[in-house]
Structure formats: C-alpha cells, structure tokens
C-alpha cells in the first residue's frame, strides 16, 4: 500500500517541480511573538501535536483529532495508557500539551508499522517545546477564526488508485485545500506536488465538498505564514501529467 506521501517522495519531478513554490502567493500574519529554538523532542512529534490540538480547537472530538494515535496505540496492545492520555487533554496547559506530545508517538506503529515504534513514555517536551506548541495552536485557531473550516481530516474514497491506496488530507475551507505543515522552511516542490494530488484525488473522490475547491494552500504556524495558488494558475498539462503518471487516473 503506497500513501500520498511515499509516492510524492519517490516521484522524479521537472525540473523547479511541477508546481514551484515562489508560484504561490505568500500572506503573512504577526502576532509579535518569536518561538524558542530549544525544543527537545522530534519534529515530526511537534508537527503531529500542534495538528491534533489544533483541530481540537476547532470543536473536533478528541477521539476523532487523535484517531490514527489510538489505532496505533491498539497495534502496540497499549490503548489503556493511551485513553489515559487523551482523557488527559482538556486545553493548551502543560499536561495537555505533554499528553498530546506522547499520544502522538503512536502514530509511527500505524502509518509504518511496529517495527518503528518506541516507548511513548520516554517523550518528554521541555519548557520551550511545551510553549512553542502553545503559541502555534494559538496561531492555527487565529487562522480558523479568520478562514472556516468546512472539513478537517479527509479522505478520497473513490479517487484512490493501484499507485496511490492510502492518504488524508488535513483541512477544507470554503474554496481551499489547505495542508497543515511545520517545517522551519518555506514550502518545497514536494509540498506543492502532494497539494495538487490531494486536489485531484478530491475531484475523482465519492465526496461532494470538494465541488466548490477552486485553490490549494499551506499554513504553517511555525512561520505564521499561508501559501496560496489558484488552480487556473496551473497549466493544463501539468494537471493531466500529475493525474496520469503520478496518480495513475
């Protein structure tokens, strides 16, 4: 089973990629705070936390912003101390954000299985860590307030193929497809080539509110930044290339 993710990586792109990035429009958004640069805990594990606690925020359940944690935490026969951390998680305090931190550990034992997992217990986010998640939920509820979510955590039932089985996308607004990133940089070719594949997975997919998505983005609240490009802007024989020979439609 090959992700979105797995095959954008092992795609060979034109060169400058088949979108680039100096294409999107970038908006900029300062709320005078500066994040430490002292965190002690993997970045994937801070990218993973602010996600979840982010769409918390936005009213969704906490069993469903921590799914993949708990089916992972299922695989490794942990799902007691995981349910314990999740009931844990009632806001951006400390504990909440340590348990969060935590619960998130278990996503590798679903996504790549539990060869790669390790104890959720040795996940120990320090000070600085704990406040820099803080100020980027913060960040990612300002963008909500400011941009509705219409839909958090989707899927593309229908428009998965024999080269792209698996794959979920992070948030819908009105006419956007946003991706969720918190890299230290600015976004790569790979970012915006796994953009446009989730834009036409969600056109080919069985749900109707991708109909009225007419653009892609990236927010990132590590930079406080959003990326934006409209589809029109993409010449037509990228969009066919992209779904012919790195989808398979």
Known sequence: MVSVMKRVKEVKQPRGGYIRPKDFTILSFDDGKILHEDENIHSSLIGMAVDYLSRFSYG???????????????????????????????????????NACKLVGYDVAFRSGIAQYKPVGNIQPNEQTIENIRTMVERSRAFNEKNRIIKDGFTFEGGYTDIITKGDGDFLTEHTLWDFKVTKANPTNKHTLQLLVYYLMGKQSNHDYFDNIDSIGIFN????????????????????KVAHEVIGY
């Open 60 to 98: 969704t359940s906490l069993e469903d912003a921590f799914r993949i944690s708990i089916r992972g935490a299922i695989k490794v026969n942990e799902l007691d101390y995981a349910e314990e951390l999740l009931k844990g998680i009632i806001g951006l305090d400390e504990t909440s954000i340590a």
């Open 221 to 240: 609240p590590r930079l406080n930044n959003a990326y934006m490009l409209d589809i029109d802007a993409v010449p037509k024989e990228v969009i066919d």
